[in-house]
């Protein structure tokens, strides 16, 4: 009796082309999105600032990568009642120059004693997600998110969205604030009800226009970046910007050793055929920060020849190696008797949002029954496992 294990990989890709302007039920009480910094906390969290502003601190240095910290506060409808419409999707479209964005985490954001009573960013979000877009020729960072509901609260909401990304390298000092011929860094926010704000750059920073339009200007979105350093003429010591870019290291995958299929052992032969044994190991990774949930599925196909029912075929999951937030699923018993077995996709393992990063073994035990009128011969199967 053969029984062949098959990995196969599902990627699935939702792409919103367009979102209709919808009215909340009581409107946001609006607070503008920003790339600032502050003064009082050494200009954490964009400690190089950029802004161009008078006051701020120095701008960014040509054709290096920076990692900002794009602040889109908690909004709501006032008073919050922890089921108000919040902050569900966030686009932060990148300027013409800025190149090799990489996405990072959506955080919490903390103000207290310890940050000067500054806004910093804390821990990770659970279930928010970061995607690269292309979008008219344009690279887009993409979070998105669960909707903050009772009992959360304001703290538990993403309110810090980083990434990191390259600056251009202008022939003379530039802020980019869409001002002549250039363009400044713009940040769209969806509300759970489809309300979207479209915050840009102001090109008078720092003023401000809250009107809760669709297209409203917001301060700290602009970013200034310094001529590439040169030798002096006089020969005075120049200067030249170092970068040295990590690749990014976030992986989700899943391994099945390539060492054939599995061979059952036949053990009950009396009331029915009962086979056993186990399935190959499989080694799912997940060291992605924002952490969200994760599964892993399997669903056997029906035995051939003969086309006899995956029904048949049970199994007991079990970790083996723990990592990952890994969470055993459920025993699906044999349809022998009753029930539709592993022909119907059942869950081997599974995951949590905001579980540790690394990786687990996952295997499971299989109970086949066939009946005792089955022909006599080998009889296999496909068994698919999917992870999500």
Not at 210 to 227: I, Y
Not at 232 to 252: H, M, R, W, Y
Request: aromatic content about 8%; hydrophobic content about 35%; proline content about 9%.
């Amino acid at each position: 009796m053969t029984c062949y294990v098959m990995r196969t990989w599902k990627t699935t890709t939702i792409l919103l082309a367009a979102a209709a302007l919808v009215g909340a039920s009581v409107a946001p009480a609006f607070a503008h999105a920003s790339f600032a910094s502050s003064s009082a906390f050494g200009f954490a969290p964009n400690t190089m600032g950029g802004t161009g502003a008078t006051g701020s601190s120095p701008p960014y240095p040509a054709n290096s990568q920076q990692t900002l910290y794009t602040r889109v506060p908690f909004e709501q409808t006032d008073p919050y009642n922890g089921s108000d419409d919040t902050t569900v999707d966030v686009k932060i479209i990148v300027p013409d120059g800025w190149t090799s964005p990489a996405c990072g985490p959506a955080q919490k954001q903390i103000n207290d004693a310890s940050t000067n009573s500054t806004n910093q960013p804390g821990d990770p979000v659970a279930g928010w997600t970061c995607e690269l877009l292309d979008v008219s020729g344009r690279k887009v960072v993409h979070y998105s998110g669960p909707q903050v509901v009772a009992p959360a609260t304001a703290a538990d909401s993403p309110q810090f969205f980083t990434f990191t990304v390259v600056t251009p390298s202008p022939s003379v000092q530039t802020t980019y604030n869409g001002t002549n011929g250039t363009e400044g860094f713009i940040v769209d926010q969806t509300y759970a009800s489809g309300e979207i704000e479209h915050w840009i750059p102001n090109a008078a920073f720092p003023g401000t226009t809250p009107s809760g339009a669709t297209t409203t200007v917001a301060t700290g979105l602009a970013r200034t970046v310094a001529a590439p350093a040169t030798g002096q003429a006089d020969g005075s010591p120049g200067s030249e910007t170092i970068t040295a870019t990590v690749p990014a290291t976030e992986e989700f995958s899943m391994s099945i050793p390539t060492n054939g299929g599995v061979n059952l052992t036949l053990g009950t032969t009396s009331t029915y055929y009962g086979f056993s044994g186990n399935i190959n190991s499989v080694v799912v990774t997940d060291t992605r920060s924002a952490k969200p949930a994760w599964s892993v599925t399997g669903q056997i196909s029906d035995f051939a020849p003969g086309a006899i029912s995956g029904k048949y075929l049970g199994w007991t999951p079990s970790i083996a190696a723990p990592g990952a937030g890994a969470v055993a699923g459920p025993a699906v018993p044999s349809g022998f008797v009753s029930g539709n077995g592993l022909r119907t996709a059942s869950v081997l393992a599974n995951a949590p949002a905001g579980h540790d990063i690394g990786s687990a073994t996952l295997t499971a035990a299989l109970d086949l029954r066939f009946p005792t009128s089955t022909p006599p011969g080998s009889y296999s199967g496909v068994l698919t496992l999917t992870a999500i």
